[in-house]
């Protein structure tokens, strides 16, 4: 190759390279333009300084300068179409690509506590029974003393029961409410009372110091044990599977004589024993009994004529076997990965 080939082709480059920037109309073009002129890989301009060597030793020096003079000039050229380009783009406003895969949206999903609750309502509400509803910041009579708490009773301790005043308290469980909706309303009385509980416990895997409790009570004349022993029958066989089998289980509450302890054969292991049912083949669901007739006295009724029973359980229990969660305190974390998983 001679100086004046290399040279001629050296122009040809600069000649054309204005026009090939300036009909750039994108941002893509405008790439596309710049690798096939001074592209390194596939340049023009590269191309033709694969020739420099060839060269008589005395045409080097001029081949080289003109060559960088060529390059300036069209990087300059190039530099200022990329900033026209930009400019115009900027000004478009943002493109919507549309390949962009779409991300999932979280739909939200009923907390599985909420799911319990809404499901017993329902079936309580079939069976006539309404919505009663009363504070957590609760007074310590409606607690604990209205509901024949002695007054010595280890849960009006410090230690267990978190107090606000001398006198006030979160509320240790749903039993309050009973007191409170006999005082407001006439037997008969068919009532649901869903609400958060709380306690002096921390947080481990089977303990939380607020957890949600369902109350039920029904007050009328001649309601008996039968009454309370088949309608919570019922209720397992509708909420758990028509071939539930329950029993009940003699036990203590200072509100409900005599008292009984609801448990439901495990649906995990089929009553064969397993880790959710601790091996006994059992879970327990509530607590129940015939109210008392101090309570019915202490709302104001006459305990000779109205009789009721009552009953309290812990939905998050009910959850945590039903899903076979193995810490509470997952229920607590508003973590979405969990709570998805019960999108309906
Ligand atoms: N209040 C009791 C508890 O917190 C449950 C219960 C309610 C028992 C109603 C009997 C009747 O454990």
Redesign the pocket.
Known sequence: MSLADFLAALDQLAAEAPGRIAAAGTLDEWTAVRNALVGRQAGRLTDILAGLGALPKEDKREAGQRANAVKATIEAALEARHAELAAAATAAGPTLDRTMPARPRWRGAVHPVSLVIDEVVEIFRELGFTIALGPEAEHAWYNFGALNFPADHPAMDMHDTLYLGPEQVLR????PVQVRTLQRYAPPVRVLAPGN?YRRDFFDPSHAPMFA?I?GLVVDEGVTFADLKATLSHFARRFFGPTTKTRFRPSF?P??EP?AEMDVQCGVCGGAGCGVCKLSGWIEI????MVHPAVLEHAGLDSEKYTGW???MGPARTAISRHGIPDIRILYDADVRFLDQFAR
Do not use: D, R, Y
């Open positions: 240790t469980h749903t039993s509980v409790q109350e509450f509100f409900t008292s509530l607590g129940s009994g009552a009953f309290g």
